[in-house]
């Protein structure tokens, strides 16, 4: 069974902290992708990684970095979390373009 | 303008009845479509892919692909409350060194029993 895992479910942050989200898939997957998910505006893709080492932006890049250092795991990186930061961040996976997106389950991060 | 177009909804259809579904696209480019579904308070899934030009069909489901009017829609029929969701359209283009996925906003729908 494939699985995308997401380290948290729910998250609380302060304004200002570091906040890394880690995502792991288990596909040998070479795509990795990080959304957020905000209501009335769909996902809106942040960062996005076809290779280890090798990341593009996506379209709302601004205020998050990305790490993939092993082919299993992309991390998404506030560097200092905002309260407009708040939202559900969705990581996916997928092996090539022709084929469907797995979604981890989501984290919900506050940042008060 | 969005890459991806949806009508935010909702949508509302009797039980039973066709729900359907439209997505619009901007770059001519895309080369895959994808229709996910998604249940309040959970991931989206895959309901459908489709490539080229044409219909497509699994089930009560069927997608239709206008590459040159850039359109993609969704028909469900005999629809069911169970069907009530958010349903995502999603494009495939290639980037730089790799491809990006990207959705439009959504389409709720509602089926009435």
């Known amino acids: 069974d494939v699985k995308v895992t997401q380290s948290s479910r729910y998250l609380v942050k302060r304004t200002g902290e570091k906040v890394f989200l880690e995502c792991v898939q288990d596909m040998d997957h070479e795509n990795m992708f990080w959304y957020r998910q905000d209501p009335g505006l769909g996902l809106r893709l942040i960062y996005f990684s076809y290779d280890v080492k090798m990341k593009e932006k996506g379209d709302i890049p601004e205020g998050y970095s990305v790490s993939r250092e092993k082919k299993e795991r992309f991390s998404l990186i506030l560097e200092s979390a905002s309260t407009n930061q708040t939202s559900m961040y969705l990581c996916?996976?997928?092996?090539?373009?022709?084929?469907?997106?797995?979604f981890g389950q989501g984290t919900r991060l506050t940042v008060v | 303008q969005k890459e991806v177009e949806q009508n935010s909804g909702p949508l509302s259809v009797p039980e039973g009845a066709i729900a359907s579904l439209n997505c619009t696209y901007s770059?001519?480019?895309?080369?895959?479509f994808f229709w996910y579904r998604q249940y309040s308070g959970k991931s989206p899934e895959l309901i459908m892919s489709?490539?080229?030009?044409g219909d497509k069909e699994d089930g009560r489901f069927t997608a239709q692909l206008n590459k040159a009017s850039q359109y993609v829609s969704l028909l469900i029929r005999d629809s069911q409350p169970s069907d009530s969701a958010t349903y995502l359209c999603a494009v495939n283009k290639g980037g730089t060194g790799g491809f990006k996925t990207i959705f439009g906003a959504g389409t709720r729908l509602f089926v009435k029993a």
């Open positions: 996916a996976s997928t092996g090539t373009a022709n084929t469907e997106a797995f």
């Open positions: 489709i490539y080229s030009n």
């Open positions: 770059d001519r480019v895309s080369q895959s």
